[in-house]
């Protein structure tokens, strides 16, 4: 079970007042009586339920994980089955029987983009949207500032003596990773920036791009680039999740440099972060001496990161990327080949374990290993 499905998860959201209670507030405002609403990674419904009270005719609630019993239960519960309809899958692949009036979605992260969420909703917009309808999330700004963390997260456990080992051909890895954590008031560097604000029903494209400058209010060491987002679920209503001024209780986005860096007050910190659908992540970060006027820029220090880079590669895995791969069905492409061509409505789990333990003993140890292999093609395929 991924956190998605788990109920664990959903009461932490739900128990997110001041997050749950300020989408119950625009979607109260944005959804008319009688409009139609899609509900984007409806989770336990939670939103949609706030549409249905909002006065909505339809709600069409997708999700892609297996939270929708958990939906299916409150649904009833709440007296919704007339007006809510779920669809189980990425809202991509999904078709609609009618246009919608509002598309609502919970951004639900860090930085506001991760997980591809630009993507989904203007595939979302050009596909279901009636001309003139309303989405929420309203907008999101992005903002961000130089930081310095602690000795336990910053990029400094890669090091050559580490528990008597040389970790550190590791680190080049870590300095294009983005992380996700809290941050305090304490680690910020510089008052922040903004990057760039992102209006949901006017937005063309999924790559985003922005760039800041931010001037240092203290000396430190600068670690890297911290970032958060203002979400504006509607005209009027909107949280952050600041660590200067959070209204909502989430974990902040970092972005580091691979090497630590002496800040000085009144140093300028120039970023530029980029991104496409929230999948890959660029950040180029520039330190200017504060000593200097602004005709005679002095660079002190420049960095270039990208999260392509944030992992060594497996040159097998890279080919397969490439168009002209000629892919080939490896022993076990061949066993879930044949128990798909298998599941003709007529042999139970148990006995297609077993035919497919006889056939390709040479993939699965024991029985145990050919049931739950037959049990994880089930669930994707049927």
Not at 21 to 26: C, F, G, H, I, N
Not at 119 to 133: E, S
Not at 173 to 197: C, G, I, Q, R, W
Not at 225 to 239: K, M, N, Q, R, Y
Request: proline share 5%; hydrophobic share 40%; net charge negative.
């Amino acid at each position: 079970m991924s956190e998605e499905d788990s109920l664990p998860f959903h009461h932490w959201l739900i128990a997110d007042t001041r997050r749950t209670s300020t989408y119950q507030k625009a979607i109260s405002q944005v959804v008319r009586k009688n409009d139609v609403v899609l509900d984007i990674g409806a989770g336990s419904g939670i939103l949609s339920f706030f549409a249905c009270l909002a006065g909505a005719r339809k709600v069409y609630a997708v999700e892609m994980s297996g939270a929708l019993p958990l939906a299916r239960e409150l649904c009833a519960g709440n007296g919704f089955n007339d007006i809510v309809e779920f669809r189980q899958g990425r809202s991509q692949e999904i078709q609609l029987p009618e246009p919608v009036d509002v598309i609502v979605s919970d951004t639900g992260c860090s930085f506001g983009l991760q997980g591809g969420l630009l993507g989904i909703l203007l595939d979302a917009r050009k596909r279901f949207l009636k001309p003139g309808g309303r989405i929420i999330p309203h907008s999101l700004q992005l903002l961000a500032a130089p930081v310095e963390i602690d000795d336990a997260r910053n990029l400094d456990i890669w090091e050559k003596d580490r528990y008597g080992l040389d970790l550190s051909s590791i680190r080049r890895f870590a300095a294009n990773t983005d992380y996700h954590f809290k941050l305090e008031p304490e680690n910020v560097l510089a008052p922040p920036a903004s990057l760039t604000t992102i209006q949901f029903e006017e937005v063309s494209s999924p790559y985003v791009v922005g760039e800041t400058l931010s001037v240092a209010s203290r000396d430190g060491v600068m670690h890297g680039l911290a970032a958060w987002i203002v979400l504006e679920l509607a005209p009027g209503i909107s949280f952050t999740n600041s660590p200067l001024a959070p209204t909502v209780d989430w974990l902040h986005s970092f972005f580091p440099i691979e090497t630590p860096f002496e800040l000085r007050t009144g140093d300028r910190v120039r970023a530029r972060i980029q991104t496409n659908n929230g999948e890959v992540w660029r950040w180029h970060v520039q330190i200017e001496d504060g000593n200097t006027d602004g005709e005679s820029l002095a660079i002190k220090a420049q960095f270039d990161h990208s999260t392509l880079w944030n992992f060594p590669l497996d040159p097998a895995q890279v080919k397969k990327q490439f168009p002209n791969y000629t892919p080939k069905l490896s022993r076990k492409g061949e066993a879930e080949k044949y128990l798909l061509g298998a599941f003709d409505g007529q042999r139970s789990a148990a006995e297609l374990a077993a035919e497919l333990l006889e056939r390709f003993s040479d993939c699965f140890p024991s029985k145990a290993a050919a049931a739950q292999f037959v049990s994880r093609v089930i669930e994707r395929c049927t």
